[in-house]
C-alpha cells in the first residue's frame, strides 16, 4: 500500500510537535534548580543566622550521620537507639535553656558539651564495625 506525501508530512509534523512539547516540558538544570530541595552547594545553611546560637543545625547534621550509618549498615539497632537517646537528652538540655527566652553563655556551653560527645559517639559507632548490614 502506498502511502502519499500528505500522510507522511502528517506524520513528521506531529512527530515534531510531540517532541517539542516534551522539550519545554523538561526541568531547567541551572544553579537555582530546587528539584530535590538542595540549595547550591557553596551556599552555607549554617550562616543563615549569622551571630545566633543554633544548636538545631548540629542536631540535624546528626541525625543525617545516624541516617547515613543505618543505610550503610554500620550502625546496629541498638547503637542508633543510644544515640537517640543521647540526642533526646541535648534536645530537653536546648529546651531548657530557652525557658526563659535566655540562653546564658554557660547554657549554651553545657549544650556544645552535650553535642560534642554525641558527635564523637556517633564517629565511634560508626567505626567500630558492629553494625548489621542489610538487616533493617
Same mark, same amino acid.
Given at each position: 500500500?502506498?502511502?502519499?506525501?500528505?500522510?507522511?508530512?502528517?506524520?513528521?509534523?506531529?512527530?515534531?510537535?510531540?517532541?517539542?512539547?516534551?522539550?519545554?516540558?523538561?526541568?531547567?538544570?541551572?544553579?537555582?534548580?530546587?528539584?530535590?530541595?538542595?540549595?547550591?552547594?557553596?551556599?552555607?545553611?549554617?550562616?543563615?543566622? !549569622?551571630? /545566633?546560637?543554633?544548636?538545631?543545625?548540629? $542536631?540535624?547534621?546528626?541525625? %543525617?550521620? #545516624?541516617?547515613?550509618?543505618? &543505610?550503610? +549498615?554500620?550502625?546496629?539497632?541498638?547503637?542508633?537507639?543510644?544515640?537517640?537517646?543521647?540526642?533526646?537528652?541535648?534536645?530537653?538540655?536546648?529546651?531548657?535553656?530557652?525557658?526563659?527566652?535566655?540562653?546564658?553563655? !554557660?547554657? /549554651?556551653?553545657?549544650?556544645?558539651?552535650? $553535642?560534642?560527645?554525641?558527635? %564523637?559517639? #556517633?564517629?565511634?559507632?560508626? &567505626?567500630? +564495625?558492629?553494625?548489621?548490614?542489610?538487616?533493617?
Amino acid at each position: 500500500m502506498k502511502t502519499s506525501f500528505f500522510s507522511k508530512a502528517l506524520f513528521v509534523a506531529a512527530t515534531l510537535m510531540i517532541g517539542t512539547a516534551a522539550c519545554t516540558q523538561a526541568q531547567p538544570y541551572g544553579r537555582y534548580d530546587d528539584r530535590y530541595d538542595r540549595r547550591d552547594r557553596y551556599e552555607d545553611r549554617r550562616y543563615n543566622n !549569622r551571630g /545566633r546560637f543554633n544548636p538545631e543545625f548540629r $542536631q540535624q547534621q546528626q541525625n %543525617r550521620r #545516624i541516617e547515613q550509618g543505618i &543505610r550503610s +549498615g554500620q550502625l546496629s539497632r541498638r547503637e542508633v537507639r543510644d544515640l537517640k537517646r543521647l540526642q533526646s537528652q541535648t534536645d530537653r538540655a536546648i529546651y531548657a535553656a530557652r525557658s526563659n527566652g535566655y540562653t546564658s553563655p !554557660r547554657e /549554651r556551653a553545657l549544650i556544645s558539651d552535650l $553535642q560534642d560527645r554525641i558527635d %564523637r559517639a #556517633i564517629t565511634w559507632e560508626r &567505626r567500630d +564495625g558492629q553494625g548489621y548490614p542489610n538487616r533493617w
